[in-house]
Structure formats: C-alpha cells, structure tokens
C-alpha cells in the first residue's frame, strides 16, 4: 500500500506496510542500518523465520525504516531458557572492556542480559572470588523486564575493590535457570 504524505514543498510517496494482523511474538519498528538478518541476530531467530511470519515482505534485501514487523516467538525445540548474552556497559551503554578475561568495571554499571524468549524476573548475582559458595553470593539487582521483551537489565553501584564472577537467575514464572560466572573486577 502506498501512502501520501503532505510535507513542505509538496507531497511525498511513502512505502507503509502493515505488519500482520496476527502476531505471534511482538511487534517490531525497523530502524537505520537494519536487516533482517541483523534483527534476527537479536531476538534468536534467522532471517526466514521472520519472513514467514511477514508475509508482507516480498524480499528479505528490502526492508523500510519505521516499518512495523513481526518477530515470532523463538522456537524451543527442547522448552529450555537460554540466556544469549550477559553484558556489562557504561551508564551510556558502552561495552565495558575487557583484560585478561575480566571485566573491568566502573563505579556505576548497567548489567543486561537477553534471553531467547521474554522471562518474568532476573536476578544479578556477584560471587566473590574464592568463595566458591553460592552462600556468600550477595545480590546486585532484579528485573521484572515486561512481558514482550527478552532484554533484563540492572544499574549497579559497584563497591570498590569488588572481585568475583556474576551470574543470573531467570524465571518464567516459576521455571528458573542460572546463567554466567563471568569475572569482574573494580580497580577503583
């Protein structure tokens, strides 16, 4: 369908495709340097997937900014949650850098992590080094992201000299699963 839009200096012809009436997953805006494979990457789909579910869009090479597309919901051949991806960024969403396999981290730190599908509640969890026991882990955050997203995300005030690995706790109402022990380290 083709839209026109009135804007100075005359009218302008506008791609709009409506995304499918029956979504089964959630609605996405296509934004600057998009594709379908860069927004499968994601959410943990392929760029097929996504076409079947948009039988609006004639050709995976040609998609709009502000089009509003479906993701389906990731398929779990064996029903598990999965966490894709534990990240630690500046409060401005810079990755945090990384020596000799620790994270380095700075005063204030945003904790996010993405899951296969959308999860209820998340946990951060710091365990310090050389503890080795889940009984001195001391909490760090919680995430009760909405219901249509996978992405859950703490900002964490860091005490100085912390050392140890973080991990999280994902539920989907009360299936819970562990990920992480990635090594962190204050050198503040």
Known sequence: ????????????????????????????????????????????????????????????????VGQVICIPTAPQPDGQLKVLSLRFLTETGQPLPIDNGAVQLAPRVIVRATFNRPVSHAYFFLEPTGTETCELARLIGVDCPSAVTGVAETLWQVPPGTLGRVYIIACINSVCTKYGDQLVVSNF
């Open 1 to 64: 369908m083709l839209n026109y839009h009135r804007m100075q200096g005359g009218i302008t012809m506008v791609k709009s495709i409506n995304p499918p009436p029956n979504c089964q997953g959630q609605l996405y805006t296509v934004k600057a340097g998009d594709t379908l494979y860069l927004i499968g990457q994601r959410f943990g789909l392929t760029a097929q997937q996504i076409m079947k579910a948009n039988q609006q869009i004639r050709n995976p090479n040609v998609i709009y």
